[in-house]
């Protein structure tokens, strides 16, 4: 039984270790089992729901994101890697699941309040904005994906999608696929920044990118939040909430030398400069291949868009069979 993955990211900027640790290195695990087809979506539109007065934000960062696939081991032999924009037939699905979705739902929908709450829209909520999960949705059935890995905050948002795909079916006969959540392990669904505010994001700029030098991982470490109170190295140190050990928890190889480390920590005379210096050790070696495969395969951008141009044309082809089935299910494939 072949299972079909959709995921995706916006292209507002580049993708950072949150992003690594939360979906991008399940996608390359996917990728690899011979019974999945995976399509990995940018998705512009989506971004220029609350940018579409700065397309070129989105223009700019698509090769940035897609630079970032590639680097991580995604591999368009066997993944369909494509733009959300080529896809026309998403805008078409779009426009009949919005004739199934009541506003009282979309309102309802929490990572919509909790996101219009955030960008402080006020009543200058772009409708776009408004109503992408329904968007959401027609990006998922269009593809007949079985799994859509989602973080814990995205849940929400699939169960819209099966809504729709329930409504549907019910209203027009079995079409639509309803997708199941592949959620992430405990504990690896949000990595926090390296302020130890809330997740890591691009708009709170506590990140650590994929794409980030050497130099630049190094300057991050050696500022992120440890413990307040762990002002002299001979004081007891706090484990938990220092974002140093949570980082070398996710990343560290060597579990009984960081469990070491905590000991000796906790008990005081160990400073915050060693640990962070063993931290940059290790997402070093993480990043550094990660990193090189970046800058080699951005010296040819032309070959990356001629990628894209292809996974684009495969993925519309699905999407296009898919919107055959709705409109004769519907009654209005009239030629």
Do not use: C, W
């Amino acid at each position: 039984m072949t299972d079909i993955i959709l995921t995706g990211d916006r292209p507002t900027g580049r993708l950072h270790l949150g992003h690594y640790v939360g979906s991008l290195r399940k996608r390359v695990e996917m990728q690899e089992n011979p019974d999945n087809k995976l399509f990995v979506m940018v998705a512009d539109m989506q971004a220029l729901t609350d940018n579409a007065k700065n397309p070129q934000k989105v223009s700019d960062n698509l090769l940035e994101v897609v630079l970032d696939y590639l680097s991580i081991g995604l591999d368009p032999e066997k993944t369909t890697i494509f733009i959300q924009s080529q896809i026309p037939q998403l805008a078409e699905l779009t426009m009949y699941f919005l004739n199934l979705v009541s506003v009282g739902r979309v309102k309802r929908n929490p990572t919509v309040k909790a996101e219009i709450e955030q960008k402080k829209f006020g009543e200058s909520i772009p409708t776009g904005f408004f109503v992408y999960p329904v968007s959401q949705a027609a990006d998922i059935t269009a593809f007949k994906a079985t799994l859509v890995p989602v973080g814990d905050d995205q849940k929400p948002m699939l169960e819209q999608t099966q809504e729709i795909v329930q409504t549907f079916n019910n209203t027009y006969g079995e079409v639509l696929v309803e997708p199941k959540a592949v959620l992430p392990p405990k504990g690896m669904g949000r990595l926090p920044g390296i302020d130890g505010n809330g997740k890591m994001s691009k708009s709170l700029g506590n990140g650590i990118y994929l794409a980030d030098s050497a130099e630049t991982v190094q300057k991050k470490v050696m500022s992120m939040y440890t413990d307040p109170n762990h002002i002299h190295v001979e004081d007891p140190g706090q484990v938990e909430g220092n974002m140093v050990f949570t980082y070398l928890d996710v990343f560290g190889k060597d579990k009984e030398k960081i469990e070491e480390l905590k000991a000796h920590y906790r008990r005081g005379g160990l400073g915050d400069v060693k640990i962070k210096r063993y931290l940059i050790e290790v997402l070093e070696e993480e990043l550094a291949p990660i990193r090189a495969r970046r800058e080699e395969l951005s010296k040819n951008p032309e070959a990356i868009m001629a990628m894209l141009e292809k996974g684009s044309k495969e993925a519309a082809k699905v999407a296009a069979q898919t919107l055959k089935e709705v409109k004769t299910a519907m009654g209005i494939n009239y030629f």
